[in-house]
């Protein structure tokens, strides 16, 4: 059975720095490309930043130069590095892999 488990997201002051991790289980995560993606109150999920098994990254445009993606297949989790937070990123973050989504952490950009 595949699990995805999401961490590190909180309350965090515009010009912040959180970074969100997703656990994988259950599964050949060095063979998966991996996203995250994000769910704002009001609107549709929309895609932040992905990951190919090769590596390869996409960003949104409304993350790039501000947020990085990355893996570590040793520890079967991905990351997402976001630097420069604004309040326009407050949202309900998911990591996703094929069909598969995790349950979410929560970032709150206020001050």
């Known amino acids: 059975q595949v699990q995805l488990e999401e961490s590190g997201g909180g309350l965090v002051q515009p010009g912040g720095s959180l970074r969100l991790s997703c656990a994988v289980s259950?599964?050949?995560?060095?063979?998966?490309?991996m996203g995250w993606y994000r769910q704002a109150p009001g609107k549709q999920r929309e895609l932040v930043a992905y990951i190919m098994s090769d590596t390869t990254t996409t960003y949104a445009n409304s993350v790039k130069g501000r947020f990085t993606i990355s893996r570590d297949n040793a520890k079967n989790t991905v990351y997402l590095q976001m630097n420069n937070l604004k309040p326009e990123d407050t949202a309900l973050y998911y990591c996703?892999?094929?069909?598969?989504w995790g349950q979410g952490t929560q970032v709150t950009v206020s001050s």
């Open positions: 996703r892999v094929s069909s598969l």
């Open positions: 259950g599964m050949l995560f060095s063979a998966n490309a």
